[in-house]
């Protein structure tokens, strides 16, 4: 299993807006990219930042699912909405230490 942690810097002020967006537009990513471990903002540290993390049993699989997701005309369509909220992005792949507790993973 390995664990994409996606870490993006929003404009000032602009993380409300943001979050909004994604309650709606969150299923479109789900249908795609499978399990949402969690999805985070900061309220200490580093201000107006976002952290979603995703399961993923393999960099394949991965690579797959996040072509589709792109590929998806309502996701293209859904993408502006949040796009010029955010500043930088950042992008890890991790895996789970041995004695790591997993989260479960849905479909």
Do not use: C
């Amino acid at each position: 299993m390995i664990y994409e942690i996606r870490t993006y810097r929003l404009r000032n002020g602009s993380v409300p807006d943001y979050l909004r967006a994604v309650a709606e537009g969150i299923a479109i990513q789900k249908r795609h990219l499978g399990t949402l471990v969690g999805y985070f903002y900061s309220e200490i540290g580093p201000l107006n930042e976002i952290v979603h993390i995703w399961a993923f049993p393999g960099l394949d699989d991965r690579e797959r699912r996040r072509a589709a997701l792109g590929a998806d005309p309502e996701w293209q369509a859904f993408l502006p909405r949040i796009r010029d909220l955010i500043v930088s992005g950042d992008n890890k792949i991790m895996k789970a230490a041995p004695f790591s507790p997993v989260p479960p993973t849905g479909p």
